[in-house]
């Protein structure tokens, strides 16, 4: 009994502390975190202020407060040398700069996709093998190249914590940590992890000075159909959630959503991502294949790859060659840098519990 | 905060009805030949009229404001012409709501004609288009579209390309010399009528294609056109769909479901009068899609008047019915695939081949009664804040297009639903969110869960307490 009482006296700091929702968010009546986001706001809005769909049920203020503890902390990977954010960098717009992430010293599969805006996104993973957040933190934390951990292992380790365990308690209104509430945290995190502040965004909301000259005919140029962009990467999450083959060589023939679908013309079909702080995210595509944008406006310029990896995929039936003068290029880069909006950029935590150094890794290229 | 919010929400509120109504401050801004639209676009506030005067006119014209009529002003036979010269990208892009463009010659761009992106309430009319590369009109992502009086041809996809939308109507317009007439695609609620449809590679085109955000396509109507020898060389760029559309196909359903074809004259196309065909058909080019049904489903071939086609088939087509049929003909209608519950009114003297599991249509059968799918648009939702929006303003924007009061329109009427439901709206409020395929014979219901289950719930309230119509 006796036991109980210190942790129930934490309790209540911490259950105060975390009642507060982040920045982007605000707490509605049912103590909840709900998006204040233009774009939710109203049913109708149109052209470029078009909203999009999804449902906010909410999410709760401590599991938030939560998850970015263990967003942060290394105890979650089994050597403790790799965080979330070891690959999913806060200042690299939430990915890590490398063209194929690292564990451990070896070169991952794939590069690391930021989570700018990923509550909104239905499908995870390049190949779009996981459907919500918490399917796809399992990816991860099990994988033995990644983090390399068990449900049983992350259960005995932050059990030993007591901090995480008074935390838990009042979050989960449970004294006992369970993988799967980690995992719940995480998510609620994640989903707390905005972008629609943007010079564009504030362009398409009345301010015509928003975007330079230069600016605005890149915005026309990625609306053009010469160039077809709005067609995948539509606005205003500027990507429509569906798979492309665009042909990029990869060097190690991914299968990509084959290998999800089952279905061999998906060969190297993956994501459409999200252009949202697409300025921080470099290199791009899967396999980190061009170094800058100019790179990536050019590879499509030129009517994108003929990298098929299966005779019966197809290039995506939308790219073909454009044609653009040099200006139009150049606009379309400076327009995609409007894009970039880091003003709901969480805070890294000068501590978490285990302890461990909270910041990510020591393979910070640049 | 607060506050700020507020404010940002009554001004919204504002905007929008400024957009709607037509108010005392709207003006005429006139552009002469030697100035810019662009430039009276930008001085432009919702509800003015922008008059452009005959001449040639070398610009690009982006449209985002809401409420904005750009108008020609033809005069002596010369019109206002919107000139790419080969060289500019695209005549208009539009993206504001309550967008009228009329009047208008466009010609030679490389992208598209006149294109609006997710603008509600858009009206095309009396325009002339040509040689505009991939599309000539080309609205997309919006609710209540009419295209009417337009004639367009050399279009190296489709001259009229309606892109998941809703509630559209495409009437009177002369569509040639292109490699698709007239293409619907993954829209709803589209009535195509009194149109002129000749001398393309296909003449009108109802597609469900896969890879794209909106995953189905039904409820159209083809009524009264005039779709004759659509039998032009394809000249479509290589991987495009329409780029595999046969020479000679007059009417085309690709997986579309619920396609309605009424009083339509077709003749002397070479391969095919009417054509239905599952996805595999003509979209094996681009990557499947396991959220898209392939099948052509609820299609009906009313009274229309069929004559010589199929003469001299081509492409798939061709091959096909060399290999099932041991025919080098084609036919008036052709079916390919495994579609559902299709039927074709008997006594048309239609040739046919490969349609045997279609039924025959009810003798009277007819969509008369369906006189405009843009008026029949429920009311555009108007900017005001979910909480002050009661189950029955939902209800009524979102629900009754689809779901009426003793009587089946697209799902099935609202007694059935109350009979099922009774006493349980959580369960509509699941089903809403996602919905899964229930009833045969019915297409299935979009998910609303852009709603949230909040409003969900209000809805399906409102839905269980409602009383027969008297």
């Keep these: 009994m006796f036991g109980n009482l210190l942790p129930s006296l934490v309790l209540l700091t911490s259950a105060s502390i975390a009642s507060v929702c982040p920045s982007g968010l605000v707490l509605q009546a049912d103590h909840r975190c709900h998006y204040d986001i233009r774009y939710l706001k109203q049913l109708g809005q149109t052209g470029l202020q078009k909203s999009f769909a999804h449902s906010d049920d909410g999410m709760d203020p401590q599991q938030i407060a939560l998850g970015k503890l263990l967003f942060f902390d290394p105890i979650l990977s089994r050597d403790k040398d790799l965080s979330c954010a070891h690959c999913h960098q806060p200042a690299r717009g939430f990915s890590d700069g490398l063209a194929q992430s690292k564990a451990h010293g070896l070169s991952l599969p794939r590069s690391a996709p930021t989570l700018w805006n990923v509550a909104f996104s239905p499908a995870l993973f390049w190949d779009g093998r996981a459907t919500n957040l918490e399917q796809q933190a399992r990816g991860p934390l099990f994988s033995p190249a990644e983090m390399a951990m068990t449900p049983e292992l992350i259960e005995k380790r932050l059990n030993q914590i007591p901090e995480y365990r008074n935390l838990f308690l009042s979050t989960f209104e449970s004294d006992y940590i369970t993988a799967e509430n980690v995992i719940s945290a995480l998510a609620s995190f994640e989903r707390t992890l905005v972008s629609f502040n943007s010079r564009y965004d504030r362009y398409v909301f009345g301010e015509p000075n928003a975007l330079n000259d230069e600016e605005v005919r890149g915005l026309n140029v990625f609306r053009s159909f010469v160039t077809r962009c709005t067609e995948c990467h539509t606005p205003p999450l500027f990507t429509n959630f569906q798979t492309a083959i665009i042909g990029v060589p990869d060097g190690n023939a991914d299968p990509g959503m084959a290998k999800t679908t089952g279905e061999t013309r998906l060969t190297g079909a993956f994501r459409v991502p999200t252009l949202r702080n697409i300025g921080l995210t470099a290199p791009y595509t899967h396999a980190g294949s061009f170094k800058t944008l100019a790179d990536v406006v050019d590879f499509y310029d030129r009517g994108g790859g003929r990298h098929l990896p299966h005779p019966s995929a197809y290039l995506h039936w939308h790219i073909r060659e454009m044609g653009l003068s040099v200006e139009e290029k150049k606009a379309l880069v400076a327009f995609l840098l409007t894009l970039t909006d880091e003003s709901l950029l969480p805070e890294t935590p000068s501590r978490v519990p285990s302890g461990l150094k909270p910041l990510p890794g020591p393979h910070r290229p640049g | ?470």
């Excluded at chain 2, 509120?13 to 005429?28: E, G, H, N």
């Excluded at chain 2, 998941?164 to 569509?175: I, P, S, T």
């Excluded at chain 2, 349609?355 to 003798?363: G, L, N």
């Excluded at chain 2, 189950?391 to 697209?410: D, K, M, P, S, Y």
Aim: proline share 4%.
């Design chain 2, 1 to 470: 905060m607060g506050l700020c919010k507020f404010g940002r929400q009554e001004l919204a509120i504002l905007v929008f009805i400024s957009t709607l109504m037509p108010t005392a401050r709207a003006k005429t801004i006139t552009v002469s030949a030697g100035k810019s639209i662009q430039e009276a676009v930008a001085r432009a506030v919702p509800g003015d009229t922008i008059a452009v005067e005959a001449g040639t006119y070398a610009e690009s014209v982006v449209v985002e404001k809401p409420g904005i009529h750009l108008i020609g002003i033809p005069k002596d036979g010369k019109w206002p012409v919107l000139e790419g010269g080969g060289q500019r990208n695209d005549g208009v892009i539009a993206s504001g709501s309550g967008f009228e463009f009329a009047y208008f010659r466009v010609q030679n761009y490389k992208g598209n004609g006149v294109m609006t992106q997710g603008a509600d309430d858009v009206r095309l009319h009396h325009l002339i288009i040509n040689d505009t590369g991939i599309y000539g009109i080309y609205p997309t992502r919006g609710k209540k579209v009419l295209v009417e009086d337009t004639i367009s041809w050399g279009i190296a996809d489709a001259a009229i390309y309606i892109g998941m939308c809703q509630y559209v109507d495409v009437r009177r317009n002369e569509v040639f010399k292109s490699v698709a007439g007239i293409e619907i695609e993954n829209s709803h609620h589209a009535l195509v009528e009194d149109n002129s449809v000749h001398d393309n590679t296909g003449g009108i085109l109802v597609f469900t294609l896969p890879g794209l955000p909106e995953k189905t396509g039904f409820d159209t109507i083809v009524r009264r056109n005039i779709v004759t020898e659509n039998n032009l060389k394809n000249f479509g760029a290589e991987g495009a769909v329409v780029s595999q559309v046969p020479r000679g196909s007059g009417m085309i359903v690709l997986a579309g479901d619920g396609v309605q074809f009424e009083d339509n004259i077709v003749r002397g196309n070479e391969t095919g009068g009417l054509i239905f065909s599952d996805m595999d058909f003509m979209a094996d080019s681009t990557a499947p899609d396991p959220a898209v049904d392939p099948q052509y489903d609820d299609n009906k071939v009313l009274g229309n008047i069929f004559l010589n086609n199929g003469a001299s088939p081509t492409g798939k087509v061709r091959l096909l019915l060399v290999a099932t049929h041991f025919s080098l003909h084609g036919a008036d209608i052709i079916g390919y695939g495994k579609g559902r519950r299709n039927c074709i009114r008997s006594g048309m003297a239609a040739t046919t081949l490969g349609t045997e599991a279609f039924t025959q249509c009810a003798a009277k059968e007819t969509t008369a009664s369906i006189k405009s799918m843009f008026d029949q648009a429920p009311a555009l939702e108007v900017h005001q804040s979910k909480d002050k929006q009661s189950g029955e303003t939902l209800f009524n924007a979102v629900c009754a297009g689809c779901h009426g009061q003793g009587i089946r329109l697209i799902g099935p009427p609202v007694e059935e639903i109350q009979a099922k439901y009774k006493g349980n709206s959580q369960g509509i409020v699941e089903y809403a969110y996602y919905p899964t395929k229930m009833r045969n014979g019915y297409p299935s219901m979009p998910s609303q869960s852009h709603l949230g289950k909040v409003e969900l719930k209000k809805i399906a309230d409102y839905l269980l307490g409602l009383v027969p119509h008297k």
